[in-house]
């Protein structure tokens, strides 16, 4: 028997323009908004492309390698949920594709983390509705 999940799980502030990246997460693929305008793709999900504000979006599988653009080690969890995790990475990660994600590097030392370091996207099955974006050394 598995042990349950009890940390926080994500609450998207628009689930109907969220749910895709949700659905695709659970599938194991990385997928982001993009503007058949002008081609930008981007993260956050919105209503309108962030560089023309046009509105005739589509969801593009994205590679999930990138690069971590800043990154802190978090010693003492803001949520006692996450303290026994700690000391963990917590991280921007700056994808190929352009738009970056907030999230955990692992599956690596916290002293190896470095501004620039190659990673891939992982994925955490922590309920059978929920799975986590995280990522790992490339």
């Avoid at 030392?109 to 059978?128: H, K, L, Q, R, S």
Wanted: include cysteine.
């Amino acid at each position: 028997m598995t042990t349950p999940y009890t940390k926080p799980l994500p609450a998207p502030a628009n689930e109907e323009l969220s749910r895709p990246f949700w659905e695709a997460a659970k599938r194991h693929q990385l997928i982001m908004p993009r503007c058949n305008t002008c081609g930008n793709v981007f993260f956050y999900p919105r209503e309108a492309c962030p560089a023309c504000l046009g509105g005739d979006l589509d969801w593009t599988p994205v590679s999930g390698r990138g690069r971590v653009y800043s990154y802190t080690i978090v010693h003492q969890a803001a949520n006692a949920a996450f303290q026994p995790d700690a000391p963990y990475a917590y991280a921007v990660i700056q994808l190929d594709e352009g738009p970056r994600l907030v999230s955990n590097v692992g599956d690596c030392p916290i002293e190896d983390v470095t501004v620039g370091m190659p990673v891939t996207a992982t994925f955490d099955d922590v309920t059978p509705e929920v799975t986590l974006v995280k990522f790992k050394p490339l």
